[in-house]
Nanobody
Framework: VQLVESGGGLVQPGGSLRLSCAAS????????MYWYRQAPGKERAWVAM????????NYADSVKGRFTISRDNAKNTVYLQMNSLKPEDTAVYYC?????????WGQGTQVTVSS
């Protein structure tokens, strides 16, 4: 299993970013996918999930209405569209999948929201 995140960067408050997570090494279309984030000095926290076919999504209260998770099973990629970004969204963002009971994580991508 390999997960590679991209799309992070520095953005001003109120701005937008789209993160991508390219997956390989497993049957992508068979598994739910997750985004997590870890802010400095804090534990890693769940952000969003999407079901294997993409028909069901769920979000942490802190991002609901601002972030949208989606996936393209033809491209083995999951996305996180982040709008109306706030300084408290600053974190390293990770995608995650659990295959046969074993969680796998990407290397993460840094998102910094600052003026």
């Amino acid at each position: 299993v390999q997960l590679v995140e991209s799309g992070g960067g520095l953005v001003q408050p109120g701005g937008s970013l789209r993160l991508s997570c390219a997956a390989s090494g497993f049957t992508f279309s068979s598994y739910a996918m997750y985004w997590y984030r870890q802010a400095p000095g804090k534990e890693r926290a769940w952000v969003a999930m999407i079901s294997s076919a993409g028909g069901s999504t769920n979000y942490a209260d802190s991002v609901k209405g601002r972030f949208t998770i989606s996936r393209d099973n033809a491209k083995n990629t999951v996305y996180l569209q982040m709008n109306s970004l706030k300084p408290e969204d600053t974190a390293v963002y990770y995608c995650k999948v659990t295959v046969w009971g074993t969680p796998s994580w990407g290397q993460g991508t840094q998102v910094t929201v600052s003026s």
